[in-house]
C-alpha cells in the first residue's frame, strides 16, 4: 500500500503504516549521521537544548555529497542504519517518530520503536542522485564542522521510502526472509 504523508510524522500517522507499505514524505526531515548523533547525546546529557525539536521528527541518516551549481543539495542516499543504533532508542523515547536509512536494526531499536509507536522508513542505496531530486530546500542548522555531518533541515517534497519496521515491531526484513523461505518449500 502507498501513504502520502505530510511530515511532521505524528503518533496517528505512524499507527497506520504497516510493514512492507510504500510512502512518499512532504514536509520537514532532517539529516543527521554518527558524528552528529554522538554530538546530540552529549548535549542530552549536559541538558543543552538540541539543535531541533524531536518531536515528531524525522531523522535522514545522510551526509550529501557537495551540491553542483544550481543544486539545492548534492547526492543524498541513505547511510547504513545500524550504526545509529547506540543512540537511536535515547532519540525515538525523546520524541523522534521516524527514521529514514538503509539496513537492518538492533532488537533494542525495534523494541524502542514498538514502544514508542514509531517507524523506520529504508531508502533506497546508491540512488542518491535521484534522492536528492525529491529534496527542495536544504539548511544547515547545527554542527557545521562535522561537514558532510553536520545537521541539515531538509524540506522534501515526495520522498520515497519504504516502512521497514512499523509501529507494532513488524519487520520487512524478517518477514521479507521468512516468505522467501516458505516459498522454497
Excluded at 5 to 21: C, F, H, N, V, Y
Excluded at 153 to 170: H, S
Amino acid at each position: 500500500m502507498e501513504h502520502v504523508i505530510q511530515l511532521p510524522m505524528t503518533k496517528e500517522t505512524a499507527s497506520k503504516l504497516r510493514a512492507g507499505d510504500q510512502v512518499l514524505l512532504s514536509g520537514v526531515i532532517y539529516s543527521a549521521r554518527d558524528a552528529a548523533h554522538e554530538r546530540m547525546a552529549e548535549q542530552i546529557e549536559k541538558g543543552i537544548p538540541l539543535p531541533f525539536d524531536l518531536m515528531d521528527a524525522v531523522i535522514y541518516y545522510m551526509g550529501p555529497s557537495p551540491a553542483k551549481p544550481g543544486q539545492v543539495i548534492g547526492s543524498a542516499g541513505p547511510t547504513t542504519a545500524g550504526r545509529m543504533d547506540r543512540w537511536a532508542p535515547q532519540m525515538i523515547a525523546l520524541g523522534a517518530r521516524g527514521m529514514i536509512g538503509k539496513g537492518k536494526r538492533s532488537r533494542e531499536v525495534a523494541e524502542a520503536i514498538r514502544e514508542h509507536q514509531g517507524v523506520y522508513l529504508g531508502a533506497i542505496g546508491g540512488a542518491g542522485a535521484l534522492l536528492s531530486q525529491h529534496i527542495i530546500k536544504s539548511e544547515l542548522i547545527a554542527y557545521e564542522d562535522l561537514g558532510p555531518e553536520a545537521i541539515r533541515k531538509l524540506t522534501v517534497k515526495d520522498f520515497p521510502a519504504v516502512v521497514i519496521i512499523d509501529c507494532e515491531g513488524n519487520d520487512l526484513y524478517v518477514i521479507g526472509r521468512k516468505n522467501y523461505l516458505e516459498q522454497r518449500k
